[in-house]
């Protein structure tokens, strides 16, 4: 049994399984044995009632009080019963759950574990797990892990599928040589996933997760510096001079540049037109004006008789960057003769799309990563700019940098990283930095709340809607059967919450939803009639996470806040305050645990998202750090460029290393090595 062997061939997985599996994208015992939990749950010692913390999920030793008492609200049946030990009573609520009504008859002594609610002046616990003292002793003192789940499928029922994997798993030899383990402190492969899904205890978790964020990091930097040397020193063999189309753009704007942006097309210009072929990064915070920096640049490959290309993460902010595209072309006369290439565009548009590129009908293509598919063949590509690059593989961005003869490079991203760090991750670019927002604009203002504020937030943004604003709600889980409520906290979901909404709100508000789980076509429609404000509150997934840009939203309110990294919501914030209308910001919290209020404060009291994300670290540690994904745009999917700098260091050392003694890993110790990156190397491509 290895990686590709599906999981079909586990013992006990069928078809109705498989296709559970499949919602999950675990097709093969490899995707099983890469899903790592979510996080890890800790069965403690019961506590008595009166000590059971509101907030806080609690097991407590309680014996049922009463009988039990049943009522519907429509679809909805609600077993309530009363508990009490001798410190005092309190009570848990069951919805559908009528088979529980047997169990819980008066008398009956059990452990009832969940989240602890304040009820007016007692207590409640909703939909608690029930174990006889017997299973609950089992579990005390582990680290029980939380699958990512769906409908069907309990974080128990994985476990055992991973346990019987790898007991037939056939893990691949070691790879890296023997001192790479000793210096970095690695434990084998085996070790690591082994007790990534059972660890022992914590420090076995730590150094599980370090093994396998050193792998990803090695085989990223890998495949990255070995490109690199392919790259470095490039002539300049699109040489670009300003024409008045750039100059004439600027005047008619009907804003100037702030200096930051100024000084970066400066860069950009020179590097246009000096000896060697441009490889820039620009970096600036969400809503810093990036975009327009980079049409500039497109602009003078236009100007210049080139073709440019702009390549966006996502269908939704390519549609958006071509319509701004076409709206300048208008407005302003500007020269492009712009094509959309997206991969929901049927074959005949896909065709009509590759030619006009071919014949070089057009002088700008804008589109995901259907730019860089096999037919796409440029005719004169002077220019590619990438945006929110990091959500690229290495490889994409090489591929498309390919599709012309060395074309100038220009990435954009948001995510804010210091110095050390960047030089490890884009040590191939040269760096600019757009590090002022314009003017004008009104600080965001923030709110960390708990649910209890709903209601007001619901006036509030009724209010704002009424004033012409529009809104953004966040939800993390698109449906329903998403997760389940283990350990107690439901979390809020699009569809659902959608419909909630529309109940809360008057009924002339526009409702609807977006997620990624939506046909492409769909998702377009919905985010242009956002755009176009013929809807006014848009309940999402993070989807719309990166670029988005609707000036004339003002409201991002973040159901399940505490499940988000800080740099997370930080880039979900930054969707509004891009007009001129004061915005706001609802952090929206389930959980009232005082270490995650604290933590969304820091989003509270700052704006910098550098600052934002190295203070989440502080508050965390890394066994914390699982299932949280700390930055929007990096791919990677454990590794964490701030919580594992240290590993990320480590890595990049290990990289040079081996690239000054055997580049091309032609030794024979190196051959496991450069098995086991190539694999690696075709699974990133994949997951995008
Ligand atoms: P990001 O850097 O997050 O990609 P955008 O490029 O989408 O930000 O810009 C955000 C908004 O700010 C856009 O509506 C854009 O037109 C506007 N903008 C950009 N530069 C300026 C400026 N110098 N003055 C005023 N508004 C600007
Ligand atoms: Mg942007």
Request: aromatic letters at 8%; a neutral charge; proline letters at 4%.
């Amino acid at each position: 049994m290895d990686g590709n062997t599906p999981v079909t061939e586990l013992k006990g997985v069928g078809a109705k399984t498989c296709e559970l599996f499949g919602k999950l994208d675990i097709h093969t015992v490899g995707d099983l044995l890469a899903a790592c939990p979510r996080d890890y749950e800790v069965f403690q010692e019961p506590v008595r009632i009166r000590e059971a913390a509101c907030g806080e999920v609690c097991s407590v030793h309680a014996a049922v009080s009463g009988v039990a008492g049943e009522r519907r609200i429509r679809k909805l049946y609600i077993l309530s019963v009363n508990i009490a030990d001798d410190s005092g009573g309190m009570q848990l609520t069951f919805y559908n759950m009528p088979f529980l009504k047997k169990t819980l008859r008066p008398g009956g002594f059990y452990i009832f574990r969940g989240l602890v609610r304040a009820k007016g002046a007692s207590k409640i616990i909703e939909q608690p797990k029930i174990f006889s003292r017997e299973d609950y002793k089992q579990l005390t003192d582990r680290l029980v892990p939380r699958y990512a789940l769906t409908k069907g499928l309990t974080s128990q029922a994985i476990q055992k599928y991973v346990r019987q994997a790898l007991s037939f798993y056939e893990f691949e030899p070691e790879y890296y040589e023997d001192f790479v383990l000793e210096e970095n402190h690695l434990v084998s492969r085996r070790e690591a996933v082994e007790a990534i899904h059972f660890p022992k205890d914590r420090e076995s978790l730590v150094k599980a997760r370090q093994r396998l964020v050193f792998d990803e990091f090695f085989s990223f930097l890998f495949q990255m510096r070995s490109g690199q040397r392919l790259q470095k020193e490039l002539p300049n063999s699109h040489k670009m001079f300003e024409t008045a189309d750039t100059v004439r753009f600027l005047e008619k704007l009907p804003f100037p540049l702030t200096k930051a942006q100024q000084k970066v097309w400066e860069e950009i210009r020179a590097d246009l037109g000096g000896q060697s072929s441009m490889n820039r990064l620009i970096q600036g915070d969400v809503g810093s004006g990036k975009t327009i920096v980079a049409v500039l640049a497109l602009l003078m490959a236009a100007a210049n008789g080139y073709q440019g290309a702009l390549m966006a993460p996502t269908e939704v902010l390519a549609m958006q960057h071509f319509e701004t595209i076409q709206n300048y072309v208008k407005e302003y006369g500007l020269i492009f003769r712009p094509v959309l290439l997206v991969g929901s565009m049927t074959a005949k548009e896909k065709r009509a799309a590759y030619e006009s590129i071919r014949e070089g009908e057009v002088n700008l293509v804008i589109g995901t990563h259907a730019l860089i598919q096999e037919k796409v063949r440029y005719r004169s590509l002077g220019l590619v700019v990438t945006d929110e690059q990091h959500r690229f593989g290495v490889r994409q961005r090489e591929l498309l940098a390919g599709k012309g003869e060395n074309p100038h490079i220009l990435v954009m991203s948001a995510t804010p990283i210091p110095r050390t760090l960047a030089i490890i991750l884009y040590g191939d670019l040269q760096f600019s930095v757009i590090d002022e927002l314009p003017v004008g604009r009104l600080p965001i203002k923030n709110c960390v709340v708990n649910t209890a504020y709903r209601p007001k937030a619901y006036q509030f943004i009724a209010g704002q809607v009424a004033q012409g604003r529009q809104v953004y709600v966040i939800c993390p889980q698109v449906e329903g059967d998403g997760d389940d409520s283990e350990g107690g906290l439901p979390l809020e979901n699009v569809v659902d919450y959608t419909e909630k909404l529309k109940n809360a709100l008057p009924a002339s508000v526009q409702v609807a939803y977006l997620h990624g789980k939506m046909r492409p076509g769909d998702k377009n429609r919905i985010m242009d009639q956002f755009a176009a404000h013929s809807i006014d509150v848009l309940v999402s997934t993070t989807v719309i996470e990166v670029g988005i840009n609707v000036p004339n939203a003002t409201v991002m309110m973040v159901e399940n806040a505490e499940r988000f990294g800080l740099a997370q919501l930080h880039q979900l914030r930054g969707r509004v305050g891009r007009g001129e209308h004061q915005s706001y910001c609802i952090f929206i919290s389930s959980d009232e645990k005082a270490q995650s209020m604290e933590r969304l404060q820091i989003l509270n009291k700052s704006n910098d998202g550098f600052y934002i994300a190295s203070e989440d670290l502080k508050l965390r540690g890394p066994g914390e750090m699982l299932g949280i994904r700390q930055s929007g745009e990096f791919s990677f999917r454990m590794g964490d460029i701030y919580a594992d700098a240290n590993v990320l260091k480590q890595a990049s050392e290990a990289v040079e290393r081996l690239l000054s003694t055997d580049p091309d890993l032609e030794k024979p110790e190196h051959a496991r090595l450069k098995c086991w990156l190539k694999a690696s190397a075709d699974v990133d491509f994949r997951s995008i």
